[in-house]
């Protein structure tokens, strides 16, 4: 794994995610899509890991209005914004360090784009695993570094230069220093992401991917195209899922259940 800011400390990781508060966002298709994933499930107590501005929890509140909805964030300006948000229909806190949960208290976690920020990925799971009640359903997101091929090449003739050309930066997964605007970051791969799951004690029972062949649709007439032809790309991803191409997908929704869970 490549990393960047894992030597920070959580003091500076909270300021720098704080300053950066309104400028992170994700592809606007996303939260709905997660929302989506997991909308088979009817839970009644839902917690978002790393909630951020509280997009997904405005989702999830749309689906689940009677349910319990919480929210943690380490930044404490993107949690007053999350809370400012969502009003009632979600508690949202911010919390550095171990979650203030008790065991088996939630039937749905979602962790979305958090893993690879995180200094000890199967810490939190862990603590995750014991916050599912017995039947309960982790859903999370992560990125996979092989919808990239040869990014590793890439990287290297990138580095080589002061200036690297746009086109390398395309090649590149977001998650690499050279091209990452978080201030901690991990370049993970879905295999990599596999194994972390299954050291928690973590078991997907379902996996869908999503941004298929990621390194195309940068390209600017690509992009383009995938504008003008909204259906292009999740028509993509729902034959690269259903042919098992998962590698090929950038970002990679999993649904885990406890490993001795019924």
């Not at 949690?79 to 508690?91: D, E, I, N, V, Y």
């Not at 695993?129 to 890439?154: K, T």
């Not at 590698?247 to 019924?262: K, L, N, S, T, V």
């Amino acid at each position: 794994m490549i990393k960047v800011g894992h030597d920070l400390s959580d003091a500076e990781i909270e300021q720098r995610y704080s300053a950066l508060a309104g400028t992170l966002a994700l592809p606007p298709y996303f939260y709905p899509a997660v929302a989506a994933f997991a909308a088979h499930h009817s839970p009644p107590a839902v917690l978002d890991v790393g909630c951020g501005n509280g997009d997904l929890l405005l989702a999830l509140a749309t689906r689940y209005p009677a349910g319990l909805l919480v929210g943690t964030e380490i930044s404490r300006a993107r949690a007053t914004t999350a809370s400012a948000r969502l009003g009632t229909r979600a508690t949202v806190l911010q919390t550095r360090g171990a979650l203030p949960f008790a065991e088996r208290s939630f039937t749905l976690i979602v962790l979305t784009e958090v893993l690879e920020h995180l200094k000890e990925p199967v810490a939190l799971l862990r603590g995750l695993r014991r916050l599912l009640a017995p039947a309960g359903r982790l859903v999370l997101s992560a990125p996979n570094s092989d919808a990239y091929p040869g990014w590793r090449f890439v990287a290297r003739l990138a580095e080589r230069s002061n200036r690297p050309a746009p086109l390398l930066l395309h090649m590149l997964p977001f998650e690499h220093p050279l091209k990452t605007r978080q201030p901690i970051d991990t370049v993970l791969a879905h295999g990599e992401t596999l194994a972390l799951l299954r050291a928690a004690g973590l078991i997907p029972i379902r996996i869908s991917g999503r941004e298929a062949l990621p390194f195309l649709f940068a390209l600017p007439g690509f992009r383009g195209l995938a504008f003008r032809q909204p259906w292009l790309r999740p028509a993509l991803d729902q034959l690269f899922t259903s042919a098992g191409l998962l590698r090929a997908c950038y970002r990679i929704f999993y649904e885990c259940r406890h490993d001795d869970a019924p």
